[in-house]
């Protein structure tokens, strides 16, 4: 079984970038699709990018899209997101995710393994 574990959350101002690393312990983490989603308080869990177990394919929301960049190094058992141009709006706490099905996957509860999550958050 797969654990992950976020890092790389904190807090920046408009503008700038941050880079989240989402890493794997446990076996066949190359096997699985890793998608990032983000949760502000109040609202649900949405959609940010997921990349299939390759690194070839990537998927974006469009309210990020130009934006973050996923990324995975399947030899360090790593994902990032790299994330520039970062606004207000780009504040929640993000947690990575894997499946072992497509990476087109928008639906949170269609992802079996979870992190713990890591806070960013973005001044104005």
């Known amino acids: 079984q797969v654990q992950l574990v976020e890092s790389g959350g904190g807090l920046v101002q408009t503008g700038d970038s941050l880079r989240l690393s989402c890493t794997a312990s446990?076996?066949?983490?190359?096997?699985?699709?890793v998608g990032w989603f983000r949760q502000d308080s109040g609202k649900e869990r949405s959609f940010v990018a997921s990349?299939?177990?390759?690194?070839?394919?990537?998927f974006y929301a469009e309210s990020v899209k130009g934006r973050f960049t996923i990324s995975r190094e399947n030899f360090k058992n790593t994902v990032y997101l790299q994330m520039n141009s970062l606004k207000p709006e780009d504040t929640a706490d993000y947690y990575c995710a894997a499946r072992g099905g497509s990476h087109q996957n928008t639906d949170p509860s269609n992802y079996s393994v979870w992190g713990q999550g890591t806070q960013v958050t973005v001044s104005s």
């Open positions: 446990g076996r066949g983490f190359s096997n699985y699709a």
């Open positions: 990349v299939s177990w390759s690194g070839q394919n990537t």
